[in-house]
């Protein structure tokens, strides 16, 4: 399965709407234990990405990822854009040495998340977009051989079964932590914006 940067406006569009058709669930949900103003930076990061979705689509895959990575760090603002611009900007130098197959992705998004957790100093089972983000990698890395409807069907459950997860956690990063128990109970924003995202990807690329 190789994919080209023109499919870059579908997925833009496609999550874009995915996250403002969720976005009274994901605000009540950062409103519970976050900042609440999660989904107004992560759609104004959107914005600017669709105004530039033209010139994505013409570029490489990698030179793709680092201005997206470069435009969601300067646009987005607070520890979102910070982590979603490092998880694009390492897949972008990922990219630059390794096929955009399947196998290949699964390396490239695998570096993305890595630097995620560099950058946050975090880790799975601390109530974050992590929880989404690595056991979708996993599943990426684990199943990148077999037909690619079962892959995506298989990213997909584990972005939303990660996700979920996050609901009886006690969150030890960002402002969550301070609430202790109180924090237990909510899903995480992040994690359910993130795995928005991949199903929403996953779903365009399944149609086309």
Request: net charge negative.
């Amino acid at each position: 399965m190789t994919i080209s940067t023109q499919s870059i406006p579908l997925f833009l569009k496609a999550i874009k709407d995915e996250i403002a058709a969720n976005a009274e669930e994901v605000t009540a949900l950062d409103q519970a234990i976050g900042d609440g103003d999660h989904v107004t930076n992560l759609l104004r990061g959107l914005e600017a990405l669709e105004k530039q979705s033209a010139e994505l689509s013409e570029m490489e895959w990698s030179a793709a990822f680092m201005k997206i990575g470069m435009t969601l760090m300067s646009t987005m603002g607070g520890a979102s854009g910070s982590l979603y611009g490092s998880l694009f900007v390492a897949m972008g130098k990922e990219a630059q040495k390794t096929d955009m197959d399947t196998a290949g992705f699964a390396d490239i998004f695998d570096a993305g998340v890595t630097a995620v957790k560099t950058r946050g100093k975090a880790d799975l089972g601390e109530k974050t977009m992590l929880d989404t983000l690595i056991p979708a990698s996993r599943a990426l890395s684990e199943k990148a051989d077999i037909a690619a409807s079962d892959l995506l069907d298989a990213l997909k459950k584990a972005a939303y079964e990660g996700m979920l997860s996050t609901k009886d956690m006690l969150a030890t990063k960002g402002r969550a932590s301070f609430l202790g128990e109180r924090a237990s109970g909510h899903i995480d924003a992040g994690a359910r914006t993130s795995q928005l995202m991949i199903c929403a990807i996953a779903d365009v690329i399944e149609k086309n």
